[in-house]
Nanobody, 123 residues
Framework: QVQLVESGGGLVQAGGSLRLSCAAS????????MGWFRQAPGKEREFVAA????????NYADSVKGRFTISRDNAKNTVYLQLNSLKPEDTAVYYC????????????????WGQGTQVTVSS
Protein backbone atom coordinates (compact mmCIF):
# COMPACT_ATOMS: atom_id res chain seq x y z
CA GLN A 1 0.00 0.00 0.00
CA VAL A 2 1.24 3.47 -0.90
CA GLN A 3 -0.26 6.76 0.28
CA LEU A 4 0.36 9.86 -1.80
CA VAL A 5 -0.07 13.51 -0.84
CA GLU A 6 0.40 16.32 -3.35
CA SER A 7 1.27 19.92 -2.50
CA GLY A 8 2.55 23.06 -4.17
CA GLY A 9 -0.40 24.08 -6.29
CA GLY A 10 -1.71 27.61 -6.43
CA LEU A 11 -2.60 30.61 -8.55
CA VAL A 12 0.05 31.92 -10.92
CA GLN A 13 0.14 34.28 -13.89
CA ALA A 14 0.80 33.03 -17.38
CA GLY A 15 4.52 32.58 -17.92
CA GLY A 16 5.10 31.83 -14.26
CA SER A 17 6.35 28.71 -12.52
CA LEU A 18 5.31 26.30 -9.79
CA ARG A 19 6.83 23.19 -8.28
CA LEU A 20 4.51 20.42 -7.24
CA SER A 21 5.55 17.79 -4.73
CA CYS A 22 4.13 14.37 -4.05
CA ALA A 23 5.12 12.76 -0.77
CA ALA A 24 4.74 9.02 -0.53
CA SER A 25 4.42 6.82 2.50
CA UNK A 26 4.07 3.11 2.79
CA UNK A 27 6.04 0.36 1.27
CA UNK A 28 9.07 0.54 -0.96
CA UNK A 29 8.58 3.86 -2.76
CA UNK A 30 11.68 3.19 -4.83
CA UNK A 31 9.98 0.14 -6.37
CA UNK A 32 7.31 2.27 -7.99
CA UNK A 33 7.18 4.21 -11.20
CA MET A 34 5.46 7.55 -10.65
CA GLY A 35 3.24 9.61 -12.86
CA TRP A 36 1.63 13.03 -12.87
CA PHE A 37 -1.79 13.54 -14.40
CA ARG A 38 -4.18 16.46 -14.60
CA GLN A 39 -7.88 16.96 -14.96
CA ALA A 40 -9.58 20.17 -16.01
CA PRO A 41 -13.29 20.78 -15.42
CA GLY A 42 -15.40 18.83 -17.88
CA LYS A 43 -12.43 16.96 -19.28
CA GLU A 44 -10.96 13.54 -18.80
CA ARG A 45 -7.90 12.95 -16.70
CA GLU A 46 -4.83 13.19 -18.90
CA PHE A 47 -1.22 12.08 -18.69
CA VAL A 48 1.37 14.77 -17.99
CA ALA A 49 4.66 13.04 -17.12
CA ALA A 50 6.10 9.85 -15.70
CA UNK A 51 9.38 8.71 -14.20
CA UNK A 52 10.83 5.26 -13.69
CA UNK A 53 11.63 3.83 -10.27
CA UNK A 54 15.29 4.80 -10.60
CA UNK A 55 14.65 8.18 -12.16
CA UNK A 56 16.60 7.14 -15.21
CA UNK A 57 13.69 7.25 -17.61
CA UNK A 58 11.14 9.99 -18.04
CA ASN A 59 8.41 10.72 -20.56
CA TYR A 60 6.12 13.65 -21.13
CA ALA A 61 2.93 14.59 -22.88
CA ASP A 62 3.63 16.62 -26.00
CA SER A 63 1.70 19.55 -24.56
CA VAL A 64 4.17 19.99 -21.68
CA LYS A 65 7.42 18.81 -23.22
CA GLY A 66 10.14 21.41 -22.75
CA ARG A 67 8.15 23.27 -20.06
CA PHE A 68 7.61 20.69 -17.30
CA THR A 69 10.21 18.49 -15.60
CA ILE A 70 9.55 15.44 -13.48
CA SER A 71 12.09 14.24 -10.93
CA ARG A 72 12.24 12.12 -7.80
CA ASP A 73 14.23 11.78 -4.62
CA ASN A 74 13.92 8.22 -3.35
CA ALA A 75 15.71 9.10 -0.11
CA LYS A 76 12.87 11.55 0.63
CA ASN A 77 10.08 9.40 -0.85
CA THR A 78 9.08 12.36 -2.98
CA VAL A 79 8.41 13.02 -6.65
CA TYR A 80 8.36 16.53 -8.09
CA LEU A 81 6.89 18.26 -11.09
CA GLN A 82 8.47 21.57 -12.05
CA LEU A 83 6.06 23.64 -14.12
CA ASN A 84 7.60 26.48 -16.14
CA SER A 85 6.20 28.83 -18.77
CA LEU A 86 2.70 28.11 -17.55
CA LYS A 87 -0.26 28.76 -19.80
CA PRO A 88 -3.95 29.22 -18.95
CA GLU A 89 -4.66 25.84 -20.55
CA ASP A 90 -2.47 24.22 -17.88
CA THR A 91 -5.17 25.04 -15.33
CA ALA A 92 -6.33 21.78 -13.74
CA VAL A 93 -6.19 19.60 -10.68
CA TYR A 94 -2.86 17.79 -10.74
CA TYR A 95 -2.59 14.27 -9.38
CA CYS A 96 0.35 12.03 -8.71
CA UNK A 97 0.05 8.28 -9.06
CA UNK A 98 2.15 5.18 -8.47
CA UNK A 99 2.46 1.84 -10.16
CA UNK A 100 4.93 -1.00 -9.91
CA UNK A 101 7.44 -1.68 -12.62
CA UNK A 102 7.50 0.39 -15.80
CA UNK A 103 6.09 3.82 -16.45
CA UNK A 104 2.78 4.12 -18.28
CA UNK A 105 0.56 6.83 -19.69
CA UNK A 106 -2.88 5.36 -19.13
CA UNK A 107 -4.48 6.42 -15.84
CA UNK A 108 -5.99 2.95 -15.44
CA UNK A 109 -2.47 1.51 -15.27
CA UNK A 110 -1.79 3.20 -11.93
CA UNK A 111 -2.67 1.61 -8.64
CA UNK A 112 -2.39 4.47 -6.15
CA TRP A 113 -3.49 8.09 -6.38
CA GLY A 114 -3.19 11.23 -4.35
CA GLN A 115 -6.02 13.65 -3.66
CA GLY A 116 -4.81 16.27 -6.12
CA THR A 117 -3.62 19.86 -5.96
CA GLN A 118 -5.18 22.75 -7.87
CA VAL A 119 -3.11 24.74 -10.35
CA THR A 120 -4.72 27.87 -11.76
CA VAL A 121 -3.00 29.96 -14.42
CA SER A 122 -4.40 33.41 -15.09
CA SER A 123 -3.98 35.17 -18.41
Amino acid sequence: QVQLVESGGGLVQAGGSLRLSCAASGRSFSNYAMGWFRQAPGKEREFVAAISWSGGRTNYADSVKGRFTISRDNAKNTVYLQLNSLKPEDTAVYYCAARQFATAQAPASYDYWGQGTQVTVSS
